[in-house]
């Protein structure tokens, strides 16, 4: 279950709306793992941990259903997804070629801004301390996401972060029940960004390619073992 936490209206967060502060609370929750897939979200309890009332708890939900994060079935329940492996070959054959296109867009446009970032994400993600992989979660989100903005086009920016929280839920997983594969995932990061510095297209969207290919084949090696 997840943790206690502190009223959002004491939170240091500030958002526009009640409804865009738990919905962002919950996407976190849900995206590094407090809630796990499959668990029931449940309306009275939320409401309570967070001492807000049921409504902006339920608009919340409508949004991280929206994301493909949770599904409410006919009874009103709500349930984290549960992933099947059509759910995730689907996610990975999107990411393949989406993400490979923007790999090959950043080699060509990316800034020196852009290039610091990544720099600085990679370094992050080479000093990983095996006790905090919440570090590494975040610093792989932001350098694909950074990628994303470096490839100047905002078709695609628009849509990887239409998936970001539910790209974040499935990565997650490969280096939660993975541990032993994180230098390789470290590695690949890597190679994907010294490409894209040296502006080589070609190369920075096969390594992207053969990054998210990796991932596919960690993943269902993972859980063969974990049935």
Known sequence: MVNEVEPLQNNVIKRTTLKMQV???????????????????????????LSVSRSPIR???????????????????????????DD???????????????????????????????????????AYDTKKFSTIHKAAREFHATIAEASGNPFIIYS?????????????????????????????????????KKQDEAKAKALMRQHIENDYERFISLLEQHE
Request: charged residues 30%; proline residues 2%.
């Open 88 to 126: 995730y070959k689907h996610l990975f054959e999107y990411r393949k070629e989406v993400e490979a296109a923007s790999a090959y867009y950043a080699a060509l446009r990316r800034t020196e801004g852009q290039l610091d970032r990544m720099q600085k994400l990679v370094d992050t993600m080479n």
């Open 23 to 49: 919905y962002e609370h919950l996407k976190e929750q849900i995206i590094s793992g407090n809630y796990k897939p499959g668990e029931r979200l449940i309306e009275e309890k939320i409401a309570e941990s």
């Open 160 to 196: 990887l972060s239409r998936l970001h929280g539910i790209n974040t839920f499935y990565r997650k997983a490969i280096l939660d029940y993975g541990k032993y594969y994180i230098q390789q995932v470290v590695n690949e990061h890597e190679q994907i960004f010294l490409a894209i």
């Open 59 to 85: 608009e919340a939900i409508r949004l991280l259903e929206k994301d493909g994060l949770v599904t409410v079935q006919r009874s009103g329940g709500v349930q984290v997804i549960n992933p099947t492996i």
